[in-house]
């Protein structure tokens, strides 16, 4: 059994895609869940959409991470439900400080939506142990401020406890500043935090989850989550 919620905001356009992808790949019935609620109902993971929250207004996420649900979320993820941030979701969960640093503009000030290429980084963690270290993937990306910066001191501590899940590259899987698509520090596209529990992405495995959408790259990020899942309830 995996009982998952998906947290709605206005504004929100990639809930019912996850929502879709989830229930796709677990077979469990995943709830929609109000920004306006006040609690979650118990979950064993908590997902956090990609989109427009409250339309992007002084940051993105940065009112998102305000409303009345996002107490809850906080509170149970410090507890040590799992949170996936996708996106949108990301911004979130820097902006209320479930994970460091913070999402910037790309420096190209553009809206950038492709697929592109991602280095995983760790077999472990609660999102992402069915990826091998090194291994190359394909996934979409769509959006604005993904730019990902934290002082030095935070991106070692990132790099030396292993919470960089995902960076961008080439085909080959070479990581530098070229094969960067937004000047996100270190090319990353994805942190958890100390716990490996709650992971921000930037790219939308929603959108790779099936061959029928044009790739499954996506697919192990949920398949990971029910593995870890079922293996704690074992
Ligand atoms: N797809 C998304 O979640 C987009 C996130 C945010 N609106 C941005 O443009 O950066």
Redesign the pocket.
Known sequence: MLRASVIVFPGS??DRDVKVALEAITGFPVKMVWHGDASVPASDLIVL?????YG?YLR??AMAAHSPIMRDVVEKAKKGTPVLG????F?VLCESGLLPGV?MRNTSLH?ICRDVYLKAETDKGFFTKCYRPGEVIRMPV?????NFFADSETLDRLEGEGRVAFRYCDREGNVSPETGINGAQRNIAGITDETGRILGLMP?PERLYDAILGGTDGRRIFESALLSTLEAAA
């Open positions: 356009n990639c959409p990609g989109g427009f929250s992007d993105c996420g996708i996106c949108n979701g911004q999402l809206f769509a959006h604005a401020e993904g939308h």
